[in-house]
């Protein structure tokens, strides 16, 4: 058994797969930010961001899932976050009150934001304004380098075609 906060790797049907214990929950993964700043003299959306962030980060201690909307009409905004099924509530909220401050260094005062942590995901927008589909892929390309040759591509393939079923070595 793995020590907390020692990732570790392991071939499962040809993939490795990297394991990260729950002591780790804190690594940045994925950072989406609008390019649209908010236009905002009165302070009114500041204002409902700060009480919805607050909202999700008070609800993170008590469910591992949350949506909640701050402000009324076009001045709305709209935000979720989900911790990872294997964190505590104290871990899940841990997770979650970092995101607002790192969505403001990442991001900046933006109408919309999505942050993943490894162990919880968190973003929101103004109402009318989407980013991209709910169930769009999302990824983020890790470093310099390029995996070649075609191990992964033709486990892919073989996976996606047997839907997740074993696959024969030619």
Same mark, same amino acid.
Request: glycine share 10%.
């Given at each position: 058994?793995?020590?907390?906060?020692?990732?570790?790797?392991?071939?499962?049907?040809?993939?490795?797969?990297?394991?990260?214990?729950?002591?780790?929950?804190?690594?940045?993964? *994925?950072?989406?930010?609008?390019?649209?700043? +908010?236009?905002?003299?009165?302070?009114?959306?500041?204002? &409902?961001?700060? &009480?919805?962030?607050?909202?999700?980060?008070?609800?993170?201690?008590?469910?591992?899932? *949350?949506?909640?909307?701050?402000?009324?009409?076009?001045?709305?905004?709209?935000?979720?976050?989900?911790?990872?099924?294997?964190?505590?509530?104290?871990?899940?909220?841990?997770?979650?009150?970092?995101?607002?401050?790192?969505?403001?260094?990442?991001?900046?005062?933006?109408?919309?934001?999505?942050?993943?942590?490894?162990?919880?995901?968190?973003?929101?927008?103004?109402?009318?304004?989407?980013?991209?589909?709910?169930?769009?892929?999302?990824?983020?390309?890790?470093?310099?380098?390029?995996?070649?040759?075609?191990? +992964?591509?033709?486990?892919?393939?073989?996976? *996606?075609? &047997?839907?997740?079923? /074993?696959?024969?070595? /030619?």
């Amino acid at each position: 058994m793995p020590q907390a906060g020692i990732a570790w790797t392991k071939k499962i049907y040809g993939f490795l797969v990297t394991v990260i214990s729950a002591a780790d929950y804190t690594t940045l993964v *994925f950072k989406g930010c609008a390019d649209q700043r +908010f236009q905002d003299p009165s302070g009114i959306y500041a204002q &409902n961001l700060k &009480n919805l962030s607050d909202s999700l980060v008070s609800q993170s201690s008590q469910k591992i899932y *949350f949506t909640a909307t701050s402000g009324d009409g076009q001045n709305a905004i709209m935000g979720l976050y989900q911790c990872r099924g294997d964190l505590s509530n104290d871990l899940c909220h841990a997770c979650v009150t970092k995101v607002p401050d790192l969505i403001d260094k990442l991001c900046g005062k933006v109408v919309a934001a999505r942050v993943q942590l490894s162990g919880c995901y968190l973003k929101y927008e103004v109402a009318g304004f989407k980013q991209v589909s709910e169930t769009e892929l999302l990824y983020k390309v890790c470093g310099s380098t390029k995996a070649s040759g075609t191990g +992964f591509e033709g486990e892919e393939r073989c996976s *996606f075609r &047997n839907h997740g079923g /074993w696959c024969k070595k /030619w």
